[in-house]
């Protein structure tokens, strides 16, 4: 399967140490670190390479969506890249379709995040594996996006 990429910009009025911050302190993650329409139910990191980055959204309904990243590079405070997958709530890695997604395979993505200053401003870039088909990478960008509005409105 080809995957499709997924690339988002944004800009965060804030110095890149904090930004840095907020993508890697589990009590900063926690209070955006979610789609629009869900919440976080659960975030925790051990930022090392090879450490985890576990995670839960809680959908309006009550119902839980596990995934976890292990880190695979981590430059402070310019890069951070991890492989994502869905998984149980034991972190277990799980196929899609465990959370009535398409998809009977289980699918790690790479997901790298570089972060730039810009003076007091920070540049950042995700730039992501869409494993499914090409109709995905709009509702995708769409939930990243609403998670960057949360971190937006906490950065300030």
């Known amino acids: 399967m080809t995957h499709q990429?997924?690339?988002?910009?944004?800009?965060?009025?804030?110095?890149?140490?904090?930004?840095w911050e907020a993508f890697?302190?589990?009590d900063l993650?926690?209070?955006?670190?979610?789609?629009?329409?869900?919440?976080n139910y659960h975030v925790s990191t051990?930022?090392?390479?090879?450490?985890e980055f576990r995670y839960c959204f809680e959908s309006s309904d009550g119902i839980k969506y596990w995934g976890k990243g292990v880190y695979k590079t981590?430059?402070?405070?310019?890069?951070?890249?991890?492989?994502?997958?869905?998984?149980?709530?034991?972190?277990?890695?799980?196929?899609p379709s465990h959370y009535g997604i398409p998809g009977d395979e289980i699918i790690p993505t790479l997901v790298e995040f570089s972060f730039t200053e810009k003076g007091e401003q920070t540049s950042m870039r995700?730039?992501?594996?869409?494993?499914?088909?090409?109709?995905?990478?709009e509702e995708m960008t769409k939930s990243w996006n609403s998670m960057f509005d949360?971190?937006?409105?906490g950065l300030k």
């Open 150 to 153: 949360k971190l937006v409105g």
């Open 29 to 39: 993650l926690a209070q955006w670190w979610s789609p629009e329409g869900m919440t």
């Open 5 to 19: 990429k997924l690339i988002i910009d944004r800009i965060f009025n804030a110095p890149i140490e904090r930004v």
């Open 46 to 51: 051990d930022v090392r390479e090879g450490g």
């Open 24 to 26: 890697t302190n589990p």
């Open 126 to 137: 995700i730039t992501g594996e869409n494993p499914f088909d090409a109709s995905m990478t």
């Open 74 to 95: 981590i430059n402070e405070p310019t890069y951070l890249a991890y492989i994502d997958y869905f998984t149980d709530a034991k972190g277990n890695p799980v196929a």
